[in-house]
């Protein structure tokens, strides 16, 4: 039988654990999943794209038919592109459905081959979302447990002033050493 190959398209800003848990279960079901960050969905994202695609790409370093790849344009037009059969996304609360409904109908009608898959995550990140994350974390509280040791800490770096400031010296300091 043909392998199904499916795309799990989003801005990823920055990727948490319910999103690795929903890799982790896609990973399951198809043969192959492509975890493909959107380019210029946002003009000024938190983190940059290949900050995104490092962080994601570490990740999914265990899964062997994830990877992680960036695109550009329609989610259909990738999606072909790649020969994937699904797309996949999350639905965590019932105030996502609307929205993704809306999007899953109209990649339908742009591409009636292509199947929406919704998968739900573990409960625990049910509330979770990469903008309260973003909120969370500028505004000084703790975000563990939400997303990976790594994105907390990349996250930390970007938003702590002092450390900001410590690395803007490196290449000073390097300099003069
Ligand atoms: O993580 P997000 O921001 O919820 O992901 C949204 C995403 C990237 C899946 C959606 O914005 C998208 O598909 N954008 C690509 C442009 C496109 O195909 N638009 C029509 C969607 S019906």
């Known amino acids: ?3 199904v190959i499916a795309i799990y398209p989003g801005s990823f800003d920055p990727p948490t654990n319910g999103h690795l848990d929903l890799i982790e279960r896609g990973s399951k079901i198809f043969d192959e999943l492509i975890v493909a960050i959107l380019r210029n969905a ?3 994202p938190l983190f940059s794209l290949s900050e995104r695609r490092v962080m994601l790409e570490a990740m999914t370093e265990n899964f062997k038919n ?3 790849d960036t695109f550009d344009g329609l989610t ?3 999606a072909v592109s790649v020969k994937a059969r699904a797309v996949l996304r999350g639905i965590r609360a019932i105030s996502d459905y609307e929205y993704e409904l809306q999007m899953a109908l109209m990649n ?3 591409q009636p081959d292509l199947e929406t898959v919704f998968m739900m995550p573990a409960e625990q ?3 979770l979302s ?3 994350v973003r909120e969370v974390g500028q505004l000084g509280g703790s975000v563990k447990g939400l997303v990976p040791e790594m994105v907390e800490q990349r996250l930390r770096e970007k938003l702590d002033p002092a450390i ?3 690395h803007a010296r490196e290449p000073q300091a390097r300099k003069r050493g």
Request: positive net charge; aromatic residues 12%; glycine residues 0%.
């Open 125 to 127: 990140y049910s509330y």
């Open 1 to 3: 039988m043909k392998k």
């Open 164 to 166: 900001k400031l410590e």
């Open 76 to 78: 259909v037009d990738y």
């Open 108 to 110: 339908r009608k742009l």
């Open 130 to 132: 990469s903008r309260l």
């Open 66 to 68: 994830v990877r992680v």
């Open 42 to 44: 946002d003009k000024s």
